[in-house]
């Protein structure tokens, strides 16, 4: 498997992943500051908060299986399935280029 066009693909998505985090880093800085006296302004502030704080989680989950997908490369295990072994479909893979598993161990895992 040629893994030069998904290198590059999730290079480009580990870079906008580092953006993200880093802006949603930020706002997040900012939450030790008072919160606002008024009540509807508070509940607004938390759940600002509360969506940040998501934010980052999420990003930082994806970014850790860009990376993991990078390793794969140079290890020559990109494209084959963790679970069987098999190659991933090339269709899953233009989908979700740091797929570990093929369509048929990911849905059994996520059925477990």
Not at 10 to 20: A, H, P, T
Not at 59 to 75: M, S
Not at 90 to 110: D, G, K, M, N, Q
């Amino acid at each position: 498997m040629d893994t030069r066009r998904f290198r590059v693909q999730l290079v480009e998505l580990r870079d906008r992943l580092v953006g993200r985090k880093e802006r949603v880093g930020r706002h997040l800085d900012r939450r030790d500051e008072p919160l606002s006296a008024s009540p509807e302004q508070r509940a607004i502030d938390i759940e600002n908060r509360d969506v940040l704080e998501e934010l980052d989680a999420t990003a930082r989950v994806e970014l850790q299986q860009v990376e993991h997908a990078l390793a794969r490369i140079e290890t020559g295990e990109y494209g084959r399935c963790e679970g069987c072994r098999r190659p991933i479909q090339s269709a899953r893979l233009e989908l979700v280029p740091f797929a570990t598993r093929c369509a048929h161990c990911e849905c059994i895992a996520e059925a477990s």
